[in-house]
């Protein structure tokens, strides 16, 4: 059974910053990319980014705020986000995609809050 867990989301203040993790277990390859995604309330879910085997990108929105980096032999993602502000206020998934299957895995999310 595939289990993809996010954790390290919290309330901060505006301008703090927050390192959410994304632990994987139960794949049976390994990982293409870890995408990350946040969905403020009462709208749609929106990517942030894409940490690919070395290289990530970003959306327009956390560019230069936002790292995404990988842990292979932890099999784990991060998203460090730096300079938080409140309009950063979402539950944050990771979703990740299979190497070979290219099927792809959802969390269930870490709520992020910044107040301002």
């Known amino acids: 059974q595939v289990r993809v867990v996010e954790s390290g989301g919290g309330l901060v203040q505006a301008g703090e910053s927050l390192t959410l993790s994304c632990a994987v277990s139960?794949?049976?390859?390994?990982?293409?990319?870890y995408d990350w995604y946040r969905q403020a309330p009462g709208k749609q879910r929106l990517w942030v980014a894409t940490?690919?085997?070395?290289?990530?990108t970003y959306g327009d929105q956390v560019k230069g705020r936002f790292t995404a980096s990988r842990d292979d032999a932890k099999v784990t993602g991060y998203l460090q986000m730096n300079s938080l502000q409140p309009e950063d206020t979402a539950v944050y998934y990771c979703?990740?995609?299979?190497?070979?299957?290219?099927?792809?895995?959802w969390g269930q999310g870490t709520q992020v809050t910044v107040s301002s």
């Open positions: 139960g794949l049976t390859y390994s990982i293409r990319s």
């Open positions: 979703n990740v995609v299979e190497e070979q299957t290219g099927k792809d895995y």
């Open positions: 940490m690919r085997s070395v290289s990530a």
